[in-house]
């Protein structure tokens, strides 16, 4: 089982229902999946450039991500309908809190000038994002490697029914927000 798992449930579940004074453990938030999400505009004019960021993401999330196509023509970025424009991967379960897991322990201390998350990327819905400005901070890609830097969304879904209760949940997981 995940590190991240087994401390969500003996020490995160019953902190937050004492917390929030939640009836039952079950009522408590929890992540429910994170999004992964690279947005490539370069792409439609190199393809070799879709081939190296999916390579980069599958390297980083373990897992083959999904080619989001364009919805609409749009001639002032010179894409078409169709074209493929970007990559997601949804992750969940285990491989949901080993990268939750790598990315604050491994990824974020290596972001250079990080003062702290910004409390702005929250939804009002309980979700969390944030942006990486380029794919070299995890340790699994090479930096000698990159052709390209790519920067990527990471989108943290939570059951919570408020940004509070959502920001307490990512704090206590060890997510560095801004005070």
Known sequence: M???KEIYKSKIAPAMKEKFGYSTVMAVPR?????????LGKAVADKKFMELATKDI????AQK????????SVSNFKVRQGDKTGLKVTLRRERMYEFLDRLINLVIPRVKDFRGLSPNGFDGRGNFSMGLDEQSV???IDPAKIEHQQGMNITFVTNAQ??????ELLRMFGMPFKS
Not at 31 to 39: D, R
Not at 58 to 61: L, R, V, Y
Request: proline fraction near 6%; hydrophobic fraction near 35%.
């Open 2 to 4: 995940a590190r991240l």
């Open 31 to 39: 992540l429910q999946k994170i999004v992964v999400s690279m947005g």
């Open 58 to 61: 599958t390297t980083i999330t």
């Open 65 to 72: 991500p999904l080619v989001c196509k364009s919805r609409k």
């Open 138 to 140: 995890f340790p699994e």
């Open 162 to 167: 408020t940004d509070g209760e959502s920001r």
